[in-house]
């Protein structure tokens, strides 16, 4: 789950890690409220969505950039005005864009160095990393390439947490001596404390700044929550803005589906994640394009597959089903009534292509062959992608 | 032999009156696997399926049972705590099946493990199973949720991240004529408690197991480091499958381990460093094993 930069101030300010003072707005007039209660130096506007590259965006109504700088008040609330309710492109909403709802005002700072902090759980260890650098604002990854001796990784014991001593080896390695160190160090424990009390998978503070003023904060963070807490974390439930989430992957999860959206045209359903990943594979590797992930899980009901296709058939440009289940212990006769049922409750026009395999098949295949629908069977997976691939061309 | 569990080995089940244990239980005494006990707190002296007794307590269930391993079917809130029992009870092996336990709960887990001599395998995983000597292979030892009848005794070991792409690749193993020494599968969580590289090591050293098939999947580095031991020590030979190849970074593909970032865990990377360790790749799942049918003739 993602939440909004204003958001993560939020969650800043109620675990004690400095960041620049400002409040998100929902219209013009609040933008100017909150600007006339900041500081007296120059503001900073930023439109509120999830996707990244804001500033170098552009609205659909020509407006140019998501963030912006302005001097005064009124400033802040014509600039809010040119941004709600507009719809802003950057490179990673594709095309459509995001229309935007809020805004956030803060005081701009003057920066005097940009460093990179992150906590994140290693997978190889199990433990809690921390992953500093004193090349912030820029893409880590390359840094971690080129030169990865200017990254500091330092392993958390989860029992005892982040302790003091090792708040300073990360505060020295950045270079935040005085009375920074101090800053730094207050500022790590409360971020560590943070991540493991909301159950985050991921912390990124980029850029951590040292002001030319000589304060440190947390100017822009991006968080990654476990999906699997989320039962016990109702304060970063509520964050959730189903409106920046792909309509689909919403209505899917309201079934128990697993459904990740891809651009292709032949849509796949499958229990099982492994074997659904592997069944997009094969169907790019018989010459077609995938147009979704989808786990109906291991079970595999009824009412699942129903469901499932009910979303999948939403997707206008999917021009192909291919359906691919081993049925353990599920009875394959019961799914392929369920694929019966679902095909004609949705009057199904485009090529269909049924893979079943496991307990009971024979059943199942006679019942898809009697079932009088347009279907063909595969013989195995790959047989089944050749097949959907060709019934797609074709068409 | 096999690894991990024979057909004489003494399971025990967490959960197992709840309705995912209660089918799963059921299903494994169906297989003749040796399920001793059931541990439900507040149900201790009652029966399952009027033959194997509940307890309150793990370490009531091994006293008096003799069971060492476990099968998890606790729901997430409570699973981690249901592990850590089977652990300070002495089992040698508990199997976690259970899908969404938080990853920091997981996180302790493996820290509070260190240095006890159980090891764990999953968390959300189909479990494993040592295929018996009787029709469907029955008479075998099933824990956890794969379908017991595709199975077969025999030579090769599975291992995987997945569920269904295990059945597959059993499927096409039986269907062929190859049984299967153990088949495990570890999970697709990030964090779990066996890794593709452990269970490699123990089909090593198995005399009953003469080859291997190794399913991957996109996401962290386990399958890279289980092939960069294999090109040095393993002396049998090994088929490989790697899922994900399509999917987008950034995305979780269904799995919480399953998942692309900054470049890293890509299906590409793993597949190029099955094959510098010599293991044949399987191009597409319905491949698996003739793959390894292909290496074992080479």
Redesign the interface.
């Known amino acids: 789950m993602n939440i909004h930069e204003f958001q993560a101030r939020e969650l800043f300010a109620e675990f004690g890690v400095a960041t620049q003072p400002g409040r998100v707005a929902n219209t013009p007039e609040e933008a100017e409220k909150v600007a006339s209660g900041l500081g007296k130096g120059k503001l900073v506007v930023k439109a509120q969505i999830h996707a990244g590259g804001r500033g170098k965006g552009t609205f659909k109504n020509g407006f140019k950039g998501g963030v912006h700088l302005c001097d005064t008040s009124a400033e802040a609330r014509d600039l809010a005005s040119k941004m709600i309710g507009q719809v802003l492109v950057t490179h990673q909403t594709g095309p459509e864009g995001k229309e935007v709802g809020k805004i956030f005002v803060g005081e701009a700072v003057d920066i005097a160095r940009e460093l990179y902090f992150a906590i994140l759980?290693d997978?190889?260890t199990?433990?809690?990393v921390v992953i500093a650098s004193t090349e912030g604002g820029v893409d880590i990854?390359a840094v971690a390439e080129k030169s990865p001796e200017k990254i500091l990784r330092l392993p958390v014991?989860?029992?005892l947490g982040l302790m003091p001593y090792q708040t300073r080896i990360i505060a020295s390695s950045l270079g935040l001596t005085g009375p920074l160190m101090n800053q730094a160090a207050k500022l790590f424990a409360n971020l560590y404390r943070l991540f493991?009390e909301r159950?985050c998978?991921m912390v990124e503070v980029n850029p951590l700044v040292v002001t030319t003023d000589g304060r440190l904060m947390a100017l822009d963070a991006k968080f990654n929550f476990?999906?699997?807490?989320l039962?016990?974390q109702p304060s970063i439930v509520a964050m959730r803005d189903i409106t920046e989430e792909d309509p689909r992957e919403v209505e899917a999860s309201k079934h128990s589906l697993?459904y990740?959206g891809?651009d292709g045209n032949i849509a796949c359903l499958?229990?099982?994640?492994?074997?659904?990943?592997?069944?997009?594979?094969?169907?790019?590797?018989a010459g077609g394009s995938?147009a979704n992930?989808l786990?109906v899980g291991?079970g595999a009901s009824r009412e699942q597959v129903a469901s499932a296709f009910r979303i999948i058939l939403a997707d206008t440009r999917v021009k192909g089903i291919l359906v691919n289940i081993?049925g353990?212990?599920m009875d394959c006769d019961v799914i392929a009534h369920g694929i019966v049922e679902a095909a004609k409750e949705t009057g199904l026009s485009i090529p269909l292509v049924v893979r079943l395999?496991?307990?009971n098949v024979d059943a199942g295949k006679k019942t898809l062959e009697s079932s009088g629908l347009k279907l063909e069977s595969g013989q195995?997976?790959?047989?089944a992608?050749q097949k959907i691939v060709a019934a797609v061309k074709a068409a | 032999m096999s690894i991990l569990v024979t057909p004489d080995t003494k399971v025990l089940i967490q959960g197992i009156t709840g309705s995912f244990g209660a089918r799963h239980a059921k299903l494994s005494l169906d297989y003749g696997t040796k399920v001793t006990a059931g541990v439900t707190p507040g149900k201790g002296g009652q029966l399952f399926e009027n033959r194997v007794p509940i307890f309150d307590t793990v370490d009531q269930a091994v006293r008096e049972t003799g069971a060492t391993v476990s099968a998890v079917f606790v729901p997430p809130p409570f699973a981690a705590d249901a592990i850590l029992e089977g652990v300070a009870a002495g089992l040698e092996l508990v199997v976690a099946i259970t899908e969404g336990i938080p990853v920091m709960d997981m996180m302790r887990v493996k820290e509070a493990m260190k240095g006890s001599k159980t090891r764990l395998i999953g968390p959300n995983c189909p479990g494993l199973v040592t295929p018996g000597s009787g029709e469907k292979s029955h008479g075998g030892c099933r824990i956890g949720i794969a379908p017991g009848y595709i199975h077969k005794k025999g030579n090769v070991g599975v291992v995987s991240r997945s569920g269904t792409l295990t059945y597959e690749a059993v499927w096409q193993l039986t269907t062929r004529g190859y049984g299967q020494s153990t088949c495990v599968g570890i999970g697709g969580d990030p964090i779990n408690g066996t890794s593709h590289l452990d269970v490699l090591k123990m089909f090593n050293e198995d005399p009953e197991t003469e080859a291997i098939i190794m399913i991957g999947e996109i996401g962290g580095t386990a399958e890279e480091e289980a092939a960069a031991w294999a090109a040095e020590h393993c002396r049998k030979p090994i088929a490989g499958f790697i899922a994900g190849a399509t999917a987008p970074e950034g995305r979780r593909m269904g799995h919480a381990g399953a998942i692309v970032s900054g470049g890293h865990g890509t299906a590409a990377s793993k597949i190029a460093a099955l094959r510098a360790a010599g293991i044949e790749i399987a191009e597409t799942p319905s491949d698996m094993a003739d793959a390894l049918i292909r290496r074992m003739k080479r």
């Open positions: 759980i997978r190889a199990s433990v809690p990854e014991n989860p029992f493991i159950d998978s476990d999906d699997n807490a039962y016990r697993n990740i891809l499958v229990n099982g994640a492994g074997l659904a990943m592997a069944t997009m594979d094969i169907i790019q590797h995938p992930f786990d291991g081993f353990g212990i395999e496991g307990n195995n997976i790959l047989d992608a």
